[in-house]
C-alpha cells in the first residue's frame, strides 16, 4: 500500500486527487494539509467524499508528511519549490501539480510567476510528466512536474504533427478554452457565476504563464525553436477543456500525404496509450465526452482539403490536466499499472 | 458473471447503466438494444464508453435478450409491460426503470400513463425497488420496478418521520427541484439549453405522474391514506433532484421530542444504509455532492424552532434515481454486495 | 429633469439601475459614487454601459451629492442609514434599495443585521417602498425602504388571499428560489461558478434576513400575526426569482369559493398594476419571461382540488425585486408616469 | 408609423424582432405569420411579450401581408425566395433574415443550401445588409438580404485589416464560437440542456453554410479572393457570439506600422458607427456587455509583439448578428435615426 500525501488538499486539483486515490486500490491517504483548515475533517470541507476518506487536515509540516511514500502538491505556485528538496532527501517521491518545476529555464520561470525560484538545481531534476512523451524517464522519476492544463491538451494534439516534420511550426495557433474550474478554488470577482455565466471571453491575449511551457514542449519535440500564438478563453462551465489547433500543412519531400495518411499517423501514435484516443475522422470531440475522466480525446480535420490542418483536442482539465495525470505518473513511479485507478468513465449526461 | 441486456439503450437512463456497468466486476454487458440504432456501435453514438462497451446496438428481441441472466428496461413507459412476461417465463429477472410496474392499482395507472396496462397480473408480482424500504422482497425478487427518480428523494426524506408518527400525514408538502435530463433524451422544444439555460419554472403543478407513486409508497409506510401536495420544478442544469419537504410536527402522546431526536431518529433509521447519508445537524446538501454518485444525502431542520419539520434530500436523478438504483437491485437479486459496482464519488466541482 | 446620484455604484443592483437611468429620458445620472474606484470611468468597470453613461466614479461624500434630487443607495447594509438624514435635511429624496430601513422595529433589525441601527428615528419616517401597497404614501414620501427581492416575489404572491382572508396565515410557506445575481458582487467562495454552476442547494434554512421583512408585510395585510416557513434556495444561474408558496385554503362564511374565483380575485387586485401580471389559469410563470423586465408574473393552482392553494411568483431580482422598483418609486415621488424609464421587456430566450 | 410584418414569428430570430419592434416608436407591427400557430395569441407563446404585442398570428398570405410597408422574414432558409417577389411588386420593402438572399452566386447557394433558388434573378436585387459597408446601398434597397451571425461578427472584426492590405489574406483563421440560440427554435437532440450544457465542442468543421458568406464579405473588402479557415463552435449558454481572428501581419511598403496604429486605423474607421465599439488597448470583450444590444465590440492584440494580429469580436447572434440589424436595415431605408429602437443596453449581469 502506497501511503499518500497531499499538500494543499482545499483546492480543486486536491479534491479531485481525492477523489481519485480514495478509490485507489493500492492507495492510502495519509495526510492531507491545509492552513486554513487544519483540525477539521476533509469531508466536512468536501460532502462528496463522505464515506470514502478518513482523514483530518493537518498543517503542511516535514515531519508528518514523512509517513508518506509520494506527496503530491496541489498548492499555488510558489510552495512546492519551498519543501520539495526536504521530502526528496528522505526518499520521498514528489509529483508536483503546480508551475514550480516545469519550465527548464529559471529566469524564464521567474519573468512569468514573478517571483525568484527557491531551488533553481532542482529544476533539472524534475521531469517533465506528460507520459505519451516521457514514460521512461517517469518511472526513474524522484520529482515530477506535472503538466499544465492546456498545455497538455495543446502538446497531445500537436505532437505527432511536429514530431515527424508535416507543419509549418513557425506558425503554430492554439486557440484553447477553459471551464472555471482551470482559475481555482478562490474567491474572485472574475469567477462568480454572475460573472461567468452565460457569458464567453478570451483573456491573457498578450501572454499567459502556459505559453512557455507549451513553446518548451513543441520545441523539445520538433528540434527547434517554435512559433506559437497562445489564446486562452473562459468557458462558462466548470470543467473541460478544448483545444483547436491550426498548423499550416508542409508536404514533406517524400511526396503527397493526405488526411487518410495523418489520421493513420495519430492512430500509430497513440495506438498504445491507454488515455489518449483518436477518434474516427470527421468526428469533433466534446468535452463532455471526457468529462471526470483521464482521456484525451482527438479529431483531425483538414477544412475543404487545404492548406490549414485543424486538430480538436480535449480534456478534463482537473483530471488529464492535473490530478488524474498525476496519479498516472504516481502509477509509472511505483511500477502500477499506468490505469490504476484511473478507469473512470465520463460523466454523461 | 452475470450476463447483462439492456432494452433500450440509447436514452440517459440507458447509458448511465452503461456508465455503471461496463466498470461492475461481476457483470457482463451482453445486450443493448435500440429500434433506431440497430447494427451501430454503442460507443459511436456515446463517444463517452470508448474503450469500455464492445457492442453493437440490437434489435429489442426475446431470443437475443434470452442470453441474459437479467434484463433491464431503460425504455419509455409501456415497452416493459410488453416483454416482461416472456423474460420472466425464461427465468430471466427483470428489472424495469421504467413506471410500468411501480403502481399497485392498474387503473390508476391507466389514469396517470394514458393507456391500458398490458399486463396487470404481473403487477402484483413486481416488488418496488426501493432497498430503504423493501430489502428482503428485492432479494427474492423475479420482476422489480425501480422508483421514479423524484419519489426516491422525497420518500427518503420523509419515511423516518412518516414511520414514527411525526407528522401530520394529511399535510405533507412536496417541493421538489430536477435537472433537465429527468426528461430524458427526447427532442424537445421544452428542454432545449435556450428554453431551460438561465430560467427556472414549476411544472405539472395540477398533478405528475409522479404524486401517486409517493403517495402509495408513503401510505405504505404510515399504514393509511397520506394527504400529499406535491410541485415539480425544472433546474436550469443536467443533473440532481432536490426535494425541500415540509411536514407539521405532532408532538407524540408520550412527550417532547426535539430536533436533536430527530437527528438521532434518522441517523438510526439509515446507519445500516450505504447509499443514504444523513448530514451533520445545520447542514444545506448541495446536489453537486451527489452527482455521478448512488447516494442520498439528508438534512433535517426545523426553522425557528416552530412546528414545521423542513427536510432536504437531494439526489442524482440518474443514479439514486434510476440507473444506479437499478443496479443496487441487481446487486441484492443476485446476492452480490450491494455496493457492487457503486462505489462511485460524486463529482465535484 | 431630475439628477440622480447613486452611492455604491458598483455592484449589481447598482450597474442595473445605471442600466434603467442612462435611458430614463427624465432623468440625468449626476454622480455615482465608489470609494474603491473613485476616478475611474463608470463604463471602464462596466463595458455595457458605454456610450450611454458618461460618468466618472467619484467619492461618497455629502457635498457631492447634494447636487442631486434622489439619492439611491446601492450600498451593502450599514451604509444608508449614515448618510440619510444629511441627505434630506437638503431636501434630497432619498431611495435606499438596501435593508436599513425595510423593518419597523429597530431591535429585530439589529437582532437580524448584527450592529445597532445608527438612525432609528428616520425608520418611521421611512416608506416602504412596495407600490402595490404603499403607492399613495410613496408619492409624498421623502425616504423609500426598497423591499428585499425574496419580499417582493413572496408579498405581491400571497397578498390578495390574505387580504380576503382566504387562507390559514398561520401556516403559510414558502418555497423561494433565487440566482446567484441575489448574492451581490462580491469576492466569495460560494457564488463561484464552480461552486454554483450545475448544482442546487437550499441556505439559510434557520433564518433568513428577508423573514422578518415579509412576516412584517403580510401581518400587516392580514392585521394580525402570521405564521410563515421560508426556505430560500440558490439556482444555477443569474438573474431570477421563483416564490412557491403553498397556503391551506379556508373556506369563508359565506360559503363556497372556488379556483376560478380566486384568479378572479387575483385579477381584479392587480388589473390596474402596470408591473403585475396574473396569468392564464393553467399557466406556469418562467423567470426568463420576466428576465430584465420589472415585471411580476403570477399564477395559481389548486393541485388536485384539494385545500392547498399553490401560488408561483416570479420576478428579475435586479428588478422588479431592486433597482427597477426602485426606478418606479421615483417615478411616483416625482409625478411621473408609473413606467416611465421601465418599458423593458425581458430578454427571452 | 411604419406597419411591420414578420413571416415566421415563432423562432428565436422572430420573438427578438418582436422584443425590438414593439418599443420601436415609428412601428407598428401589424402582421405575425406561423402556419403552426395561427389564430393563437403571439403573447400566448411569448410570455414575455404580454402587455406589449397585442397581435394573433396569421396565416402567411400575400393578401393579408400586403397591408405592411415591410416585411421581415425570420422563416428557415428557402422560404423568404418563394414570397419575395409577390411582396416587392407591390412596393413592399423586404427584408431577409434568413440565407436566401445572401450568396450573389447562385449555384454555390445551392452546393451549401442543398435546393434550387427559386428566383436567382432577385439575386442581383438584394443588397446584403451590413451598414458598416453598405450603407448607402441599403438606403435605397427594396430587398435586403441580412447578413448571418458569424459573418457579422467576423467581417467586422476583419475589415480593417484587410481593407488596408495589413494582413496576408491567403491565410486568415476565425475561430469562432456561439451559443445556443444560433441554432434556432426547433426540436433537437443536439441543442437540449442536457447535451449542449456543461460542455463544449466544434462543428462543421469541414465546411460550415456561413464560410461562403464569409469570404463572399472579405474578398469583397480585398479586391482579390481570400483564404480563410473557419471553425465554428457551440458554447453552453444561450446569446453571444466570440470571433478570435488570426492574421499574419505584412508591414506595408511604406514601412513600420505598430498596434497603436491599427488601433487608431479601427478607431477611424468605425468612428461614425453606432454599433461598432473599438475597446481600448489591452481589453478582453465578453459577450455579456452586449447582450441583448446591438452593439459589436471589438478589441486588437499582437501578442508578444510577434508577427500575429489577434482580432477579438463579439455580439448577441440574435441582435446584431440578426434581429437588431434587420431593424437598423429598416431604419435606413425608411430614412429614420439609424438606431432608432435600438438603444437597448446589454443586459450585466
Redesign the interface.
Known sequence: MIRAGIVGGTG?TG?ELL?IL??HAEVEVAVVTSRADAGLRVD?L???????IDVVFSLPDIETLSQCDVVFFATPNGTAMLMAEQLLVRGIKVIDLSADFRLKDAQEWSHWYGMEHACPDLISQAVYGLPEVNREAIKQAQLIACPGCYPTAVQLGFLPLIENGLIDIK?L?A?V?S???G?G?????A?????????????A???HRH?PEIIQGLTFAAKEPV?L???P?L??????I?A?L?G?FVTPAEGDITLADIQALYEQRYRHEAFV?V??P????????????N?C?ISI?Q??G?Q?I?I?S?IDNLVKGAAGQAVQNMNLIFGLKEDAGL?I?????
Open positions: 480543486y479534491v477523489r480514495a478509490l466536512a468536501y460532502p462528496s467524499l463522505r464515506g470514502t506558425h495557433i486557440d478554452k471551464g472555471a474550474s482559475a478554488r478562490k474567491a474572485e470577482l469567477t462568480l457565476m454572475s460573472e461567468t455565466g452565460e457569458s464567453f471571453k478570451a483573456y491575449v498578450s501572454g505559453l512559433g500564438t497562445f489564446v478563453h468557458l462558462p462551465m466548470i470543467r473541460g478544448h483547436t491550426y499550416q484516443d477518434l474516427a470527421g468526428s469533433h470531440p466534446d468535452t463532455r465526452n471526457v468529462r471526470g475522466s482521456n480525446q480535420h477544412p475543404q487545404k490549414v485543424v480538436l480535449v478507469k468513465i465520463a460523466l454523461y449526461p
